[in-house]
C-alpha cells in the first residue's frame, strides 16, 4: 500500500516544546504558594489543561474550587504563550526534519494533530507554520487522543482513502494503541529514535514497520475474539 498521508502529534514528535508547558505550571502554582517540580509534571504530555492541573493537586495534596482550578489554567496559559515566544528553529528535532523532508520528496501528505491549543503559534515560532495541510488542536479533538482515535478517524475519513495509507506518530503509547484499535498504521516515537539517527529517520522503514505492527495487532485481536467465541460457546454447550 502506497503512503498517502503522515499525521504527526506536536509535543515530543515534532518539537520539544513540553518544558514550556512545565514552566507554566510551576509557575502557575506558585501563585498560590505551592511549588510543583518537574517529577510531578513528567507524565503529563498529551493531558488537557484543566484534567492535568487536577493531577497535579492530587499530587501535591491541594484542592480547589473549580472557580479556582479554571483561574489558574488561565494564568498557566498566560505563562505558556510567553514562553513560546522564546520558541525558535532550533527546538525543532531533526528527526523531524528528514521526516518531513521525505514528505515532501515524496509528495506525502501532512497534518499535525496536538492537544495544546497553543499548536498553531508554536509551529510559526519554529519555522514549521506552512509545513502542514491541516492543523487540528485544542477544542477541535473529539477527545484527548489517549483517550480515544475520533479526530483522527474524522480527518483521515475526509481525505477518502484507506486507513492502510496512513501513517500516525505519536510519542504516548496510549494514542498509539487508540489509533491502532482502528486499525490506522501507527508507530510511537520514543527518545531512541529522535536523538540517535537510524533506519527510523527514513520515511519507507517508519510506514514499514507500523504497517508490520498493525498486522500483528490485528491477528492478536482475532486470536482472542476466537478464544472468547470458543469459550462461550463452551459455556453454553455445559449449561445444556
Known amino acids: 500500500m502506497k503512503l498517502y498521508s503522515v499525521y504527526f502529534d506536536l509535543d515530543g514528535v515534532l518539537v520539544d516544546s513540553f518544558g514550556v508547558h512545565q514552566q507554566a505550571w510551576s509557575e502557575a502554582f506558585s501563585l498560590v504558594g505551592i511549588e510543583v517540580t518537574k517529577e510531578v509534571t513528567d ?35 498566560h505563562i505558556r504563550d510567553r514562553e513560546i515566544e522564546a520558541l525558535c528553529a532550533t527546538d525543532v528535532y531533526l528527526w523531524a526534519l528528514e521526516i518531513l523532508k521525505e514528505c515532501r520528496r515524496l509528495s506525502v501528505r501532512t497534518h499535525c494533530i496536538a492537544t495544546t491549543r497553543a499548536a498553531r503559534r508554536i509551529l510559526e515560532k519554529v519555522g514549521l507554520g506552512d509545513s502542514f495541510c491541516t492543523v487540528t488542536c485544542g477544542e477541535e479533538l473529539e477527545v484527548p487522543k489517549r483517550l480515544g482515535a475520533q479526530t483522527l478517524v474524522r480527518l483521515v475519513a475526509k481525505e477518502k482513502v484507506s486507513f492502510d495509507s496512513i501513517l500516525y506518530l505519536d510519542d504516548a503509547p496510549e494514542a498509539i494503541e487508540m489509533a491502532m484499535r482502528e486499525d490506522i498504521p501507527s508507530y510511537l516515537i520514543n527518545a531512541e529514535i529522535l536523538e540517535s539517527p537510524s533506519d527510523f529517520w527514513n520515511l519507507e522503514s517508519l510506514f514499514f514497520s507500523a ?10 485481536r482475532q486470536t482472542i475474539c476466537s478464544n472468547e467465541k470458543y469459550n462461550n460457546e463452551r459455556s453454553n454447550n455445559e449449561k445444556r
Open 211 to 220: 504497517t508490520q505492527r498493525l498486522f500483528k495487532h490485528r491477528r492478536q
Open 43 to 77: 507524565d503529563l504530555r498529551s493531558v488537557p489543561a484543566i484534567p492535568a492541573l487536577q493531577k497535579i493537586c492530587s499530587r501535591v495534596n491541594v484542592r480547589l474550587s473549580e472557580t479556582a482550578l479554571i483561574e489558574l489554567s488561565n494564568f498557566k496559559n
